[in-house]
């Protein structure tokens, strides 16, 4: 097992779009299981095999309290979603520190393979049709902040620039200490 580095906004490797899995064998199913191990790790209740540097379609999720609840979903496609809609503030792992309403499909029915290659529909409300719905937009390359103004979206940004160039200088200064002790 291993913990996959997670790729950051305003990265430009997470617009691109995911292709679908061709065999669902052992490279798929360890990396769904390194997938779940990185997920748990970031206190997350999802993350897309985009957000890892993997564009191939896969979807790693458990909304579970316990976190014993693991669901693989591999080439998912939406089969039906509810006219109504439901907003709730979102995060999102490749946007640390970050939380902004979005409005979605309150329920959502979709197609998808699990980690044995076996095809199962999914019948989908609440968080885990929120979570499902932000884990397939990261196989098309979109996040949740896409739904926010450009305004609103340049300020985050520029914000999580601002600390990812801050934490660069941070590591810098850790090797050279190390370096010189
Ligand atoms: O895709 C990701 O980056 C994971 C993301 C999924 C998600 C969270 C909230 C709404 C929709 C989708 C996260 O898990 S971010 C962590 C988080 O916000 C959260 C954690 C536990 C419970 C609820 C939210
Ligand atoms: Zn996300």
Redesign the pocket.
């Given at each position: 097992m291993a913990l996959l580095p997670i790729l950051h906004f305003p990265d430009a490797r997470l617009q691109r779009t995911a292709r679908p899995v061709l065999a669902v064998d052992a490279r798929i199913r360890q990396l769904a299981a390194d997938m779940l191990e990185t997920?748990y790790a970031a206190?997350?209740?999802?993350?897309?095999a985009t957000?890892v540097n993997v564009d191939e379609q896969i979807i790693v999720i458990d909304?579970s309290e316990e976190k014993n609840a693991p669901q693989v979903l591999i080439n998912p496609t939406l089969l039906w979603q509810s006219e109504e809609r439901v907003e709730?503030?979102?995060?999102?792992?490749?946007?640390p520190g970050i939380?902004e309403k979005v409005q979605r499909a309150a329920e959502v029915r979709v197609r998808a393979l699990d980690a044995e290659g076996a095809e199962r529909d999914i019948a989908a409300s609440g968080?885990l049709a929120?979570?499902i719905q932000?884990?397939m937009d990261?196989l098309k390359g979109r996040l949740?902040v896409d739904y926010l103004s450009a305004l609103k979206r340049g300020r985050i940004r520029t914000r999580l620039l601002k600390e990812q160039r801050q934490a660069q200088r941070e590591e810098k200064e850790r090797v050279r200490r190390e370096g010189a002790a």
């Amino acid at each position: 097992m291993a913990l996959l580095p997670i790729l950051h906004f305003p990265d430009a490797r997470l617009q691109r779009t995911a292709r679908p899995v061709l065999a669902v064998d052992a490279r798929i199913r360890q990396l769904a299981a390194d997938m779940l191990e990185t997920m748990y790790a970031a206190h997350g209740i999802g993350l897309a095999a985009t957000q890892v540097n993997v564009d191939e379609q896969i979807i790693v999720i458990d909304i579970s309290e316990e976190k014993n609840a693991p669901q693989v979903l591999i080439n998912p496609t939406l089969l039906w979603q509810s006219e109504e809609r439901v907003e709730g503030d979102e995060g999102c792992l490749s946007v640390p520190g970050i939380y902004e309403k979005v409005q979605r499909a309150a329920e959502v029915r979709v197609r998808a393979l699990d980690a044995e290659g076996a095809e199962r529909d999914i019948a989908a409300s609440g968080l885990l049709a929120v979570c499902i719905q932000h884990e397939m937009d990261h196989l098309k390359g979109r996040l949740f902040v896409d739904y926010l103004s450009a305004l609103k979206r340049g300020r985050i940004r520029t914000r999580l620039l601002k600390e990812q160039r801050q934490a660069q200088r941070e590591e810098k200064e850790r090797v050279r200490r190390e370096g010189a002790a």
